[in-house]
T-cell receptor, first 116, second 112 residues
Framework: GAVVSQHPSRVICKSGTSVKIECRSL??????MFWYRQFPKQSLMLMAT?????????EQGVEKDKFLINHASLTLSTLTVTSAHPEDSSFYIC????????????FGPGTRLTVL | GESVGLHLPTLSVQEGDNSIINCAYS??????FIWYKQESGKGPQFIID?????DKRQGQRVTVLLNKTVKHLSLQIAATQPGDSAVYFC???????????FGKGTSLLVTP
């Protein structure tokens, strides 16, 4: 149980376009989901906390107008990278919180974004 | 701000040997610690966790040790296998929220 999926797994887009990444909790409801970004050979950095039915909380330095987060249901959170540029190329990973199952936070497989 | 860090960025061990991966944390308010394994191109995979009221926890071939006095966390892998080759991250959670703060990571390479 507590499986999290992401779609797409890989995406290549042109500079200036927008890309939407989906994060789904498949067998549980998640009131809280998290979005992380990971550059090559670096650690996961928290971008934002997504709460169902309310605005996301962004970490310092993360532009909320560039990284739009929507958590409209208990099983789906989306991250939209608007006007993507090559420096946005990264591995985006989401996680979902299920407090009744250890370790309470479950990670998706990640989405590799490449902006040309 | 406060962060979680690792002493060794890379670790190479021979198959069958024991591995020890270390992590230093600086947030004394952290109450929960997790070790993750990440293979190339994949999301983090849970290995083992420990709460701040414990100093040792064992799993299958893995042991996590927590020393709150010096804010140090370690992961011990017994009889390391080639399939253990990956990047290992420690992560901490403060008691003020649910988000995780990840350390820099250690790349473990198991040679035959």
């Amino acid at each position: 149980g507590a499986v999290v999926s992401q779609h797409p797994s890989r995406v290549i887009c042109k500079s200036g376009t927008s890309v939407k990444i989906e994060c789904r909790s498949l067998d549980f409801q998640a009131t809280t989901m998290f979005w992380y970004r990971q550059f090559p050979k670096q650690s996961l950095m928290l971008m934002a906390t997504s709460n169902e039915g309310s605005k996301a909380t962004y970490e310092q330095g993360v532009e909320k107008d560039k990284f739009l987060i929507n958590h409209a249901s208990l099983t789906l959170s989306t991250l939209t990278v608007t006007s993507a540029h090559p420096e946005d190329s990264s591995f985006y990973i989401c996680s979902a919180r299920e407090p009744t199952v250890k370790p309470e936070q479950f990670f998706g497989p990640g989405t590799r974004l490449t902006v040309l | 701000g406060e962060s979680v860090g690792l002493h060794l960025p890379t670790l190479s061990v021979q198959e069958g040997d024991n591995s020890i991966i270390n992590c230093a944390y600086s947030n004394s308010a952290s109450d929960y610690f997790i070790w993750y394994k990440q293979e190339s191109g994949k999301g983090p995979q849970f290995i083992i966790d420990i709460r701040s009221n414990m100093d040792k926890r064992q799993g299958q071939r893995v042991t996590v040790l927590l020393n709150k006095t010096v804010k140090h966390l370690s992961l011990q892998i017994a009889a390391t296998q080639p399939g253990d080759s990956a990047v290992y991250f420690c992560a901490e959670r403060t008691n003020s929220g649910y988000a995780l703060n990840f350390g820099k990571g250690t790349s473990l390479l198991v040679t035959p």
